[in-house]
T-cell receptor
Framework: DAGVIQSPRHEVTEMGQEVTLRCKPI?????LFWYRQTMMRGLELLIY????????DSGMPEDRFSAKMPNASFSTLKIQPSEPRDSAVYFC?????????????FGPGTRLTVL | QQPVQSPQAVILREGEDAVINCSSS?????VHWYRQKHGEAPVFLMI?????EQKGHEKISASFNEKKQQSSLYLTASQLSYSGTYFC????????FGTGTSLTVIP
């Protein structure tokens, strides 16, 4: 298996622009997670899906952030408009069955820089 | 709500042992342990479940005190490859990663 795939790996954009991050989970995994990692706040869970349905988005920082999972093999995290404080590494992860009882497999991450 | 890890950083010589602690203020169903090397994604080490079940790598050992909502990761006979940042993750009503422990193993 190819593992969790994320694109792009690096993104540099200017403040106010729309940013879309993409994720393909491991086939057969029914949970998908989006995390953000910064030096100040560490690893934060933003939102997670079960069978393509958003279950908990309480970690999404603001309305500027939105996430979708149109099918079992694709998810997006969108920031519109982007701000410099959104600069971070964004990880997507997937797991089988119950999210708190099984290993999460992380993608390589997208390093976002907002100028 | 973010679990607190201690120590924040530790430096070991090859072959030495280390213990990393994770403490939560919330009731827990599970504790996860991950290691992240610089510039890479976190990699799973093990899960400890309420009731005593554990899943993970045979060479890693850990404990989970459900009453105290604490977990400890035991690294024995450390190798250079053990260097990285260790995170606990706690599953209760939500999932939170801990503050992280930077571990450096030197020759």
């Amino acid at each position: 298996d190819a593992g969790v795939i994320q694109s792009p790996r690096h993104e540099v954009t200017e403040m106010g622009q729309e940013v879309t991050l993409r994720c393909k989970p491991i086939s057969g995994h029914d949970y998908l997670f989006w995390y953000r990692q910064t030096m100040m706040r560490g690893l934060e869970l933003l939102i997670y899906f079960n069978n393509n349905v958003p279950i908990d988005d309480s970690g999404m920082p603001e309305d500027r952030f939105s996430a979708k999972m149109p099918n079992a093999s694709f998810s997006t995290l969108k920031i519109q408009p982007s701000e410099p404080r959104d600069s971070a590494v964004y990880f997507c992860a997937s797991s089988q069955q119950g999210p708190w009882y099984n290993e999460q497999f992380f993608g390589p991450g997208t390093r976002l820089t907002v100028l | 709500q973010q679990p607190v890890q201690s120590p924040q950083a530790v430096i070991l010589r090859e072959g030495e042992d280390a213990v990393i602690n994770c403490s939560s203020s919330k009731a827990l169903y599970s504790v996860h342990w991950y290691r992240q090397k610089h510039g890479e994604a976190p990699v799973f080490l093990m899960i400890l479940l309420k009731g005593g079940e554990q899943k993970g790598h045979e060479k890693i050992s850990a404990s989970f005190n459900e009453k105290k909502q604490q977990s400890s990761l035991y690294l024995t006979a450390s190798q250079l490859s053990y260097s990285g940042t260790y995170f606990c993750g706690t599953g209760g009503n939500q999932f939170y990663f801990g503050t992280g422990t930077s571990l450096t193993v030197i020759p």
